[in-house]
């Protein structure tokens, strides 16, 4: 009997192949706005092809290569190779190898990293709020986000794909780590300074 | 040896089971082009996958198309102006892959913005993520989204 269910389990296993989305995937959560925060600055300058070329520079600065760019719709995407080698947690894989020999041992290996970068003008973050009666008494609220004419706003978003040494793909997450993006910022606002100032 | 029996017909009931199953899965055809994706018809998906906005304005449109994408997460893969296309990708875990274009309506009064969905290696046809989406995207852009007749 024991035998007959494990095999049906088997059974649903490999026919079920289907796994949900998970519900909040496409919902806005409580942290939209933290994280809205963490990843975009203002930057009180006038050409957004400028921030752009700005952009690029610390991209290629912090070694990423560029993948993909549309100036019109302001977007770099950018993208790097590198180790993923952690000394922590290799230790603990010498420790798991002398104890269940060297099949059990994975540690993380290499990685990708990608970057995209968004650029839009700066809007107010209070929308105003207008209704207008029209000549036919017809009623129309305006509840539009009004550019502010000056500035640009940049989001940058990183994530990662790691992979263990033996080629499998471990881990694939969103990076959202505020001091990254900070010293992100921090490179921006230089870049963009030395460019305003000619220095090659 | 009657247990023994039972056992190896269990196991050979399970293999038999196992391949009605696995046949009965899709074959490449219907895997490249997703034809039998729920029984949906492509009428009924494009209604899922698509709403229409009260704009004239493309740029502004995938502007917000974009910045919804960063918002819930995605990072952007690639994006064309002139075919009014956004590819993105969320990484939690799982891989979901998005692409949204926006194209002018037949009207020349609205948008027409359609998504499509890709989680791990499954389409998306289930409704309710779509819908997900589409409040969240006319959250950004301050306008409603109607569905597309």
Redesign the interface.
């Given at each position: 009997m024991k035998?007959?269910i494990s095999?049906?389990a088997?059974?649903g296993l490999?026919?079920g192949?289907?796994?949900?989305?998970?519900?909040e995937?496409?919902?806005?959560q409580g942290d939209?706005l933290a994280?809205?925060q963490i990843?975009a600055r203002k930057y009180e300058i006038k050409s957004e092809k400028e921030l752009l070329g700005a952009s690029s520079s610390v991209l290629q600065d912090m070694g990423f290569n560029l993948?993909?760019s549309?100036t019109?719709?302001?977007?770099i995407?950018a993208s790097k190779s590198r180790d993923a080698t952690d000394g922590g947690q290799i230790a603990g894989a010498i420790l798991l190898g002398v104890l269940f020999g060297a099949a059990a041992v994975n540690y993380d290996s290499k990685q990708t990293i990608?970057?995209?970068l968004?650029t839009?003008p700066a809007s107010t973050n209070n929308?105003i709020d207008v209704t207008v009666n029209t000549k036919n008494g017809k009623q129309i609220k305006f509840?539009?986000?009004v550019p502010e004419g000056k500035g640009y706003v940049v989001?940058v978003?990183?994530?990662?794909?790691v992979w263990n040494q033996r080629g499998v793909l471990t881990k694939?997450?969103?990076i959202n780590d505020a001091d990254i993006y900070q010293e992100f910022y921090e490179k921006l606002s230089k870049s963009i300074f030395l460019q305003a100032q000619n220095v090659e | 040896m009657l247990n023994k029996r039972i056992a190896f017909r269990a196991s050979l009931f399970a293999i038999a089971l196992s391949t009605a199953l696995l046949t009965g899965c899709q074959t490449m055809k219907e895997r490249v082009l997703d034809s039998s994706a729920d029984g949906q018809t492509s009428v009924e998906l494009r209604a899922i996958q698509s709403r229409s906005f009260d704009t004239t304005d493309k740029q502004k449109t995938m502007r917000t198309v974009i910045a919804t994408l960063q918002d819930l997460g995605f990072v952007v893969d690639k994006a064309d102006l002139d075919l009014g296309s956004v590819s993105a990708t969320k990484l939690n875990g799982y891989a979901l892959r998005m692409t949204v274009t926006v194209r002018p309506g037949a009207s020349g009064k609205n948008m027409i913005v359609r998504a499509n969905a890709q989680y791990n290696s499954k389409p998306v046809t289930d409704p309710k993520p779509y819908q997900d989406f589409f409040v969240s995207l006319q959250k950004s852009l301050f306008l409603t989204a109607n569905n597309v007749d």
């Open positions: 035998k007959l095999c049906i088997i059974t490999l026919a192949c289907v796994q949900p989305i998970p519900p995937a496409l919902q806005f939209t994280n809205r990843q993948d993909e549309n019109t719709l302001g977007l995407v990608r970057a995209s968004v839009k929308p509840d539009q986000p989001r978003t990183f994530q990662r794909l694939i997450e969103g | -």
